[in-house]
């Protein structure tokens, strides 16, 4: 089992800068995958960013590039999610979660995660 725990959501005006925390505890491997999704009310959960704690490579989700950066303190099990230029459409419930280590390319969709954290509020206002 894999516990979730983020942290550092909350309100910030259009342009502001947030960083999220997500800390992971339990049962974690060097191939596990470690992700970010957000969710809208009415809307799919979609997908933001992934790496691998293997791996120095992130994936990014079009919408994201260049203004988010995803990364990684091994060794403390801690990924953060560091989010410039905000944008009122980037406001959703940020949920970190893990993938247990599976071959081919890192993954991206949200069935493909087996755990999951409670997720906490970004809200950008315009």
């Known amino acids: 089992q894999v516990q979730l725990a983020e942290s550092g959501g909350g309100l910030v005006q259009a342009g502001g800068s947030l960083r999220l925390s997500c800390a992971a505890s339990?049962?974690?491997?060097?191939?596990?995958?470690m992700g970010w999704f957000r969710q809208s009310p009415g809307k799919e959960r979609e997908f933001v960013a992934v790496?691998?704690?293997?791996?120095?490579?992130?994936n990014y989700a079009d919408s994201v590039m260049g203004r988010f950066t995803m990364s990684k303190e091994s060794a403390k099990k801690i990924v953060y999610l560091q989010m410039n230029n905000l944008k009122p459409e980037d406001t959703a419930t940020y949920y970190c979660?893990?993938?247990?280590?599976?071959?081919?390319?890192?993954?991206?969709?949200?069935?493909?995660?087996?755990?999951w954290g409670q997720g906490t509020q970004v809200t950008v206002s315009s």
């Open positions: 339990g049962r974690t491997f060097p191939a596990s995958a």
């Open positions: 979660a893990s993938a247990l280590p599976r071959l081919g390319r890192a993954p991206t969709m949200a069935r493909e995660f087996d755990y």
């Open positions: 790496l691998r704690w293997s791996s120095t490579n992130v």
